[in-house]
C-alpha cells in the first residue's frame, strides 16, 4: 500500500533561518510529488510539483526552493524563512488516475 | 475572482442531519471534481471524484456536478459525530493537479 512520511511533525523557527522539510514514499517508483501550503482558514496552495529525479516545476514564485533528490524523496527548502512562510505543509502524491491521490500528514511550520 | 469558491463556514448540523456542502467555480475547463475530508491537524484524504456531470453515490456520500451552472455539491446522509471535520472541494483539468477550494468546518453534534 501507498504511504508518505513527512517530517519532522511540528516545526516552529526564527525569521530569517533556514528550512527543510521532507517527504518520502513507500509503495510506489517514479511517482509525481507535491508540496502544497495551506494557511489557517485557506485552501491548499500548490507550491511545486516534480514528475522525476531533478525536475521541479514551481507554480509560485517565492523564497522556497524543492529538490528530489531520490526517486521517493522530495525536499522543501528556504535558506531565509518570512513569517509569512508559516502554514500547514503537505506532501502529496497524485498518480495517473483522478482517485491516485494521496497525501502525507503534514508539517506544520511556525515562524515567529 | 477566485477559481474555486467554498464557504468556510463553521456549519453546524444535528446527528442524523442531512448535510449539503457547495463550491462554485469559474473555470470551464474542470473536468474532475474531487471531495476531500480533512481532520484536525491531518492530510486531507480523497473522499470522492466524478468526471464530467452528474451524480455519484457511495454509502452516506452523494456527490453533484452540474457544469452548466459549475456548481458541485457534496451531501451527506444521516450525518455522524465523526463527520465533523473540513470538507475541500478540488477540480482539476485532464492533468489530475487539483485546485482546491478554502474548505467548508462541518461540525455534527450528538
Known amino acids: 500500500s501507498q504511504t508518505i512520511h513527512q517530517w519532522p511533525a511540528t516545526l516552529v523557527q526564527p525569521v530569517g533561518s533556514p528550512l527543510s522539510l521532507e517527504c518520502t514514499v513507500e509503495?510506489?517508483?517514479?511517482?509525481?510529488l507535491y508540496w502544497y501550503r495551506q494557511a489557517a482558514g485557506r485552501g491548499l496552495q500548490l507550491l511545486f510539483y516534480s514528475v522525476g529525479i531533478g525536475q521541479i516545476s514551481s507554480e509560485v514564485p517565492q523564497n522556497l526552493s524543492a529538490s528530489r533528490p531520490q526517486d521517493r524523496q522530495f525536499i522543501l527548502s528556504s535558506k531565509k524563512l518570512l513569517l509569512s512562510d508559516s502554514g500547514f505543509y503537505l506532501c502529496?502524491?497524485?498518480?495517473?488516475?483522478?482517485?491516485?491521490?494521496?497525501f502525507g500528514p503534514g508539517t506544520r511550520l511556525t515562524v515567529l | 475572482q477566485k477559481e474555486v469558491e467554498q464557504d468556510p463556514g463553521p456549519l453546524s448540523v444535528p446527528e442524523g442531519a442531512i448535510v449539503s456542502l457547495n463550491c462554485t467555480y469559474s473555470n470551464s475547463a474542470f473536468q474532475y471534481f474531487m471531495w476531500y475530508r480533512q481532520y484536525s491537524r491531518k492530510g486531507p484524504e480523497l473522499l470522492m471524484y466524478t468526471y464530467s456531470s452528474g451524480n455519484k453515490e457511495d454509502g452516506r456520500f452523494t456527490a453533484q456536478v452540474d457544469k452548466s451552472s459549475k456548481y458541485i455539491s457534496l451531501f451527506i446522509r444521516d450525518s455522524q459525530p465523526s463527520d465533523s471535520a473540513t470538507y475541500l472541494c478540488a477540480m482539476s483539468p485532464r492533468s489530475y493537479i487539483p485546485t482546491f477550494g478554502r474548505g467548508t468546518s462541518l461540525i455534527v453534534h450528538p
Open positions: 502529496a502524491w497524485i498518480g495517473g488516475k483522478a482517485d491516485t491521490q494521496y
Open positions: 509503495g510506489t517508483s517514479n511517482p509525481n
